[in-house]
Every structure is written in C-alpha cells, then in structure tokens.
C-alpha cells in the first residue's frame, strides 16, 4: 500500500516535506495545493506534483500553463494524509474541511497544541504517534530542544532545564520582519519551555529568548541538571551515537552560524542542515550539570520529523528507530546503521 500525501501550504516546510515523501518508501505526493500562483508554484509543477488550487485561483494557474488536477476539497478527497504547512492559523480554518473528508492531518509547530492534542518528536515520542488522526510536529526550536533533552533524559534522566535561545529575526526569504537593529527579548518567560512539556510532561524546563538581526538559524545555550552524574567524554560519545545530532569544532570551520551555513551550501539542496548541531568547544560537564551550545537550521530541521510522523500515523512503521533510520537514509543524514537501535 502507498500512503497519498497532500502537501497544504508550498513555502519554507512544505516543499522541503514535499521532496522527503517523493523520496520515501511506501509514500507519495498526491498533490500541493496553494492559495494563489507564486514562483515556487513553479518548482511544484518541475517536480511534477499534481496542483490543486484553494479558493477561486484555479483559472490563475491554467492562464500560467498549469494543469490543475482539482480544488482543496478534492484534495482532501484523495489523499490519505494532509501536511497542512500553511500560515499560523490557518490550519485552524481548514480543519473542518479535514474532518468532514475523514483525512488524517499533520499540523506545524506555529499552531496551538490544542488544535490536534498531540504534539510530535521523533525521538521523544514516536509510539505515541501510531495510528493517530491528527498530531502537531513542533517548532524548529522546540524539534531542537526536545531531541537534546530527550537523550539525556533516556540516558542519564534529567531533572531541569535551563535554556536560553537566541532567535532568527527572520527566515531569509522574508524582507518585511525585524528586528533590524535592536535585540528583541521576550518579556518574560518564552513559549519555547511550555512547548518543550506538550511533547515531554514530566521534563521541567524554564526558557528564555530574544530575537537578533540574523536570517540563518536558531543557537541554544543550555544548562541540564540530571539525575545521574556523567563526564564530557560521555556526553559526546553519546550525541555522536544520536540521529540527527551532530558535534562539529569550532577550530575545524565551524566557528558561527555564517560558516556553518558556508559549509552546508557547499553540500546539501537549499543548505540545508536538519541536524542539531553541537558546539564541540562550549559543551561541559559540571557536577550534575551538563552544559552545551546549539546551533538549529530553523527551516529543515523539522523536515524529518514531519516524515516519521507520516510513517507513524499511517502504520507504515512502527518501530522507531526503523522509521527514523529510513527517514534519514532518504534525507541523506543518516549515521552509521549500528546506532538506530
């Protein structure tokens, strides 16, 4: 059986997810849909996904050239699960038309927990993600902080967590956000811990934040107290034995976030790093206390996530390390296949 995907919203996620289903086992694209012609449309039709069009934009697309294969409700209609990869809040004024088509939904991070009542991280969380209908895949950083903290907290259980995240002001597509000279905190606790608890409970975590004049990722600085006492040679060991974590030196031309993206250019379609990655350098071991610096690829790093979360609620696997190993095969960051035990 193949899985039919229909991609809702063909930006930053969508068209990256959209290039994971095409290149997975047991999956399609059945189609993407947007609300109105814009040249990404363009690399859609390229791949050759079917379009499907939202509202009355369809004779826009054929006076483009497009082929049109049907509306958002025939979209619905023959797919099997909907990335719904739109706008905040917008998936919200779809889901109706989810419910009424009987089709499974996947939500991003920029919506509310409530709107599924489950929130997704591959690590964390798989199994719980079996069969459901509905789930939320979570947030660039909180897809970060919760493969982090659930390592440790397999490993060595952890018992808090400080974090302190310095956020993109923008993606590097957009040219109307800010801040453009200023550094932007977040006047009180940021969303980003509370978010962290919809996927992991019982983790207590307090979070704080501020935005900078930066397009290029996410950097976490953390403090994790935990239940038993390690060493740094451990730690690193087991982040290097971790999917979709990686440990990389400052000294070896990964110094900040510019050549890290430098370096990603080189090798990978959009630059694209869905990998956590791990100051070699900073990371410490304190007492009980572990600390470590993050950088997090706010536009991909949740790309794989969003595949394993197809995989799980459409029982295409049901053992996670199966699924997160394929995924990552597909998306060219595996590691060494001994590790997806």
């Known amino acids: 059986m193949t899985i039919k995907v229909g991609i809702v919203g063909y930006g930053t996620i969508g068209r990256r997810v959209a290039d994971g289903v095409k290149g997975s ?21 390229e791949r050759h996904f079917p379009i499907y069009t939202i509202g009355d934009k369809s004779q826009e ?8 294969a049907g509306n958002f409700e025939d979209l619905c209609s023959d797919a099997d699960i909907i990335v719904d990869a739109t706008s905040s ?35 964390a969380n798989y199994g719980e993600a ?12 909180t897809t970060g902080l919760s493969r982090l903290i659930s390592t440790f907290d397999n490993a060595f259980g952890v018992d808090d967590v400080f974090v ?9 597509k957009e040219s109307k956000k800010g801040p453009i000279n200023a550094v932007k905190p977040v006047l009180g606790v940021s969303h980003h811990g509370p978010d962290v608890k919809t996927v992991m ?10 935005a900078v004049p930066h397009t290029l990722s996410h950097v976490h600085t953390l403090r994790i107290k935990l239940k038993e006492r390690t060493s740094r040679d451990e730690v690193i060991d087991l982040l290097n ?25 080189d090798f990978r379609i959009r630059y694209d790093m869905p990998e ?26 949740v790309v794989p996530e969003n595949i394993d979360c197809i995989k799980a609620m459409c029982g295409l696997e049901t053992d996670k390390m199966k699924a997160i190993y394929g995924t990552d095969q597909v998306l060219g960051i595996a590691k060494d296949k001994k590790i997806y035990v």
């Open 61 to 68: 697309f054929k006076d483009r050239g497009f082929d049109v």
């Open 130 to 141: 079996v069969g459901r209908d509905k789930a939320r895949v979570v947030s660039c950083n």
């Open 276 to 301: 956590l990655f791990i100051w070699d350098e900073p990371l410490d071991v304190v007492g009980e206390y572990v600390y470590v610096m993050a950088n997090v690829h706010q536009e991909s790093i």
């Open 241 to 265: 034995g971790t999917p979709r974590i990686v440990v990389g030196k400052g000294k070896e031309g990964y110094g900040d976030t510019a050549l890290i993206a430098e370096y990603y250019r």
């Open 164 to 172: 302190s995240l310095i956020r993109r002001a923008a993606d590097p």
């Open 89 to 123: 809040n917008i998936p919200a004024q779809n889901m109706p038309i989810y419910d009424k088509n009987n089709v499974k939904v996947i939500v991003e991070g920029g919506e509310s927990h409530d709107l599924t009542g489950f929130s997704f991280s591959s690590l």
């Open 25 to 45: 086992k047991g999956m399609e694209v059945v189609g993407v849909s947007g609300r109105s012609y814009a040249v990404k449309m363009d690399l859609a039709r």
């Open 201 to 210: 409970p019982h983790i207590n975590i307090y979070s704080m934040a501020v």
